[in-house]
């Protein structure tokens, strides 16, 4: 949870949010792209999803 909140707070942009919704959706795209896009080396060099999946079939 500290790396994603770390990661998140480097990588996006909130100062220019007018709204909560806003920020709530900036935050809901950044999870999608964390979890679904971003590819991490302790997880073997995969996404959070695809390191699930291998778990979940191995």
């Known amino acids: ?9 480097d990588d996006v942009y909130f ?3 007018q709204t909560n919704d806003e920020v709530r959706a900036r935050v809901a795209d950044y999870m999608a792209y964390y979890n679904s896009e971003r590819y ?7 996404t959070p999803d695809e390191y699930r999946s291998h778990l979940l079939t191995a």
């Not at 991490?40 to 995969?46: D, I, R, Y």
Request: charged content about 20%.
């Open 15 to 17: 100062l220019d949010c």
């Open 40 to 46: 991490q080396w302790t997880l073997k060099q995969m």
């Open 1 to 9: 949870m500290e790396s994603f909140f770390g990661h998140l707070k």
